[in-house]
């Protein structure tokens, strides 16, 4: 894939991914496994993870009972899932493999759910995320559900209050160009790793309407972490009390319309009709 031989290879090349959803993303990984755990039709059935990198999620689904399938466009994660995945020799992954969400390998109408949980933010152009989208929905059987994440388009501005780099005058030109645009463009990773990569962070709306003109409908928004990733300390989410009452708490209020923007990452369930 072209995309990957410049930035957003730069930045995976820095392993970002190995620790990401058990040190700052762990919120985001509790809700989103609870969110799969909600929208998903039971085990078993067939499930397509595109952008599935090292397999966070599709692990866990094959030892449910899923035949999970793996695909993501950067060999290396492909590599680290399928040694994952021998490494379950109970509960394999169904298949692995590198590939690019544009163009799947997939026949028509063969999944019960496909989870698109990175390619939407990696792709720039709205035509490309349509194509990935659309064969997303070819390769979803009648009824089957679609989980699509994206990036909010004011994650980088909480973000750089949170963190403290929003007073850098760089970070600032890349919060002006996303809020300009929705291009995040930190095309020099290696300089700046904690500012992600070059990518494009949706509204709330455009979600929407890219899911709906993919051919979807019965399509819900979500927020995955809500505003409650700004005021979480991770670190408390180990005690098991205090980590259910807040994904309760978010629960409550992942629909709110008025709160989704700002959520880092947002959610698209939606439905291919019978
Ligand atoms: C930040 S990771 C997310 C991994 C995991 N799905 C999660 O939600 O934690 C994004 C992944 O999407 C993959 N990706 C980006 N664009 C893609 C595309 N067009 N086709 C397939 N995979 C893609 C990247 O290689 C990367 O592994």
Redesign the pocket.
Known sequence: ?D??ETA?AEY?RLGP?RD??STW?YL??LR?ADLLGRHLPPAPGVVY?????EG??ALPLARDGYAVHL????EP?VAAAAEASAAQPAAPLASCAV????DLSFEDSTADAV?L???LY??LERADRLR?LREAHRVLKPGGVLLA?AVSRYASTFDGVAVGDIGDEDFQELVEGVLDDGLHRNTDPGEHPRWFTLTYFHRPSDLRDEVADAGFRAIELVAVESAAAWATDTRRLADPGHRDAVLKAIRRVESVPELLGASPHLMAVARKSH
Not at 49 to 53: K, N, Q, T
Not at 71 to 74: E, G, Q, R
């Open positions: 894939m995309d990957f957003i995976y991914e990401r959803l993303g985001e990984a989103t993870d595109i952008g599935g990198a966070a999620y695909v993501d466009a950067w994660h590939g690019d969400a544009r989870l949980l990175g390619p990696h792709l990935a994440a």
